[in-house]
């Protein structure tokens, strides 16, 4: 039972490459979410889905893309990376039975320069 | 406009004495209240809840007051250890599960 993990732990992108952060739950969650963590703030809501197939755009959305295609998957896309989206970026995930607790991943360390 | 706060980015306690860390919020409809903990390098990790219709929850050393009607949380660590040195966030939610999250205060055991 590995919980919530995250591919990859680091990453170095020059602005304007894109790539994908995926994310996996083997907890049979319902809700995932993506957050960006920066220093001196609490997490932002990047995207979250409420279900396979669903997505919805958080606090911070702009300059992301996100899909849900299975359940236990949730990927992040920058399709053009900015030096404004160097960050930590966290998933979670939560379902009913949950009361509200939100579990998460270790985390991607991404710098775009 | 900030839901949650955390207005000390840092605290420093002595080993084996009392933590008290802080959480003030602003929207009336929230109704769950979470503390997290945080260590460097990991991502965070629940740590004890408290629904609205409650003003105390305990577990272990660690217990949350809830005072509704100034809209503030704490969390008390009893007696401080130093593996609680951490960065502790108190998040909220208004039963749609999404959750709002402080900035975070940084907590330093002094042994």
């Known amino acids: 039972n590995a ?9 170095v992108l020059k602005t304007g490459q894109s790539m994908t952060l995926l994310c996996a739950q083997d907890m049979n969650h319902e809700y995932m979410y993506w957050y960006r ?3 001196g703030m609490g997490l932002r809501l990047i995207h979250y889905s409420v ?6 755009k958080g606090e911070v959305p702009d300059g992301y893309n996100v899909s849900r295609l299975k359940k236990q998957n949730f990927l ?3 399709e053009s990376a900015a ?12 379902g009913p039975a949950s009361s509200y607790e939100q579990y998460f991943g270790p985390g991607t360390r991404l710098t775009v320069t | 406009d900030q839901q949650v706060k955390q207005n000390s980015p840092s605290l420093s306690v002595q080993e084996g004495r009392i ?7 602003t929207n009336s409809m929230f109704d769950y209240f979470l503390w997290y903990k945080k260590y460097p390098a990991e991502g965070p990790t629940f740590l004890i809840s408290i629904s609205s219709i409650k003003d105390k929850n305990e577990d272990g050393r660690f217990t949350v007051f809830l ?3 100034a809209k503030h949380l704490s969390l008390h660590i009893v007696p401080s250890q130093p593996g609680d040195s951490a960065v502790y966030f108190c998040a909220a939610s ?3 599960y999404q959750l709002i999250w402080g900035a975070g205060t940084k907590l330093i055991i002094k042994p």
């Open chain 1, 37 to 39: 963590q920066d220093p």
């Open chain 2, 94 to 96: 208004n039963s749609n």
């Open chain 2, 19 to 25: 933590s008290i860390l802080n959480c003030d919020y």
């Open chain 1, 3 to 11: 919980g919530v993990t995250q591919t990859p732990k680091f990453r």
């Open chain 1, 51 to 56: 279900g396979e197939g669903t997505t919805a």
């Open chain 2, 67 to 69: 005072n509704k009607s």
């Open chain 1, 76 to 78: 992040l896309g920058l």
């Open chain 1, 83 to 94: 030096p404004s989206q160097t960050s930590v970026y966290f998933c979670a995930s939560t």
